[in-house]
């Protein structure tokens, strides 16, 4: 993974919940509590679970939680300074997501041991989507927190439902 997601992360918890929270986190995961990363940066995905695990430990917040915490701020707070470029042109929740498997391919063909999740897109009908998760990680609740972010920055209402450990079906409002 990349240490972008941790930096995001952290950003999250100390923006929220104060450096401190950062810091015992960190410690919790068996790590230095001042340990910065960096966006380019490797990070194993144990590492990064330890860190999720120790932030939702030292919150008392639930996995679900902090996938739902994480994807609000990563769409409407940390990405929108960061890759800004993406969000041009796109008016709608549907077209930010329909856009989402490209935008992982254009954001990392540069960068090296980059493996990024990737979706596939199914019409159930015109309102209907179903996003199937494809990647080893297994953090499809970050997908689920990601699209509610979505819809927040559309200010749309988007229902949203996993339907198994690799599929999301997402109702757009119109």
């Not at 144990?46 to 994480?70: E, G, H, M, Y």
Request: proline share 3%.
């Amino acid at each position: 993974m990349k240490g972008v997601i941790i930096k995001c992360l952290g950003d999250l918890v100390k923006e929220k919940y104060g450096k401190d929270k950062w810091e015992r986190a960190l410690e919790e995961a068996g790590l230095g509590k001042n340990t910065i990363f960096l966006a380019t940066e490797d990070v194993e995905d144990s590492t990064a679970l330890r860190i999720i695990d120790s932030v939702c430990k030292v919150l008392n917040i639930s996995f679900v939680q902090a996938a739902d915490a994480f994807g609000d701020y990563w769409v409407n707070v940390f990405a929108p300074r960061v890759y800004a470029p993406y969000y041009i042109g796109v008016n709608s929740a549907k077209e930010f997501l329909l856009k989402l498997d490209k935008i992982h391919v254009n954001t990392t063909e540069t960068l090296k041991n980059v493996n990024p999740p990737r979706f596939e897109y199914e019409w159930k009908d015109t309102k209907t989507l179903i996003m199937k998760y494809k990647s080893k990680r297994g953090l499809i609740d970050f997908m689920v927190g990601l699209i509610k972010g979505v819809g927040k920055h559309y200010n749309e209402s988007l229902r949203i439902v996993k339907l198994e450990p690799d599929k999301v079906m997402i109702v757009f409002p119109k």
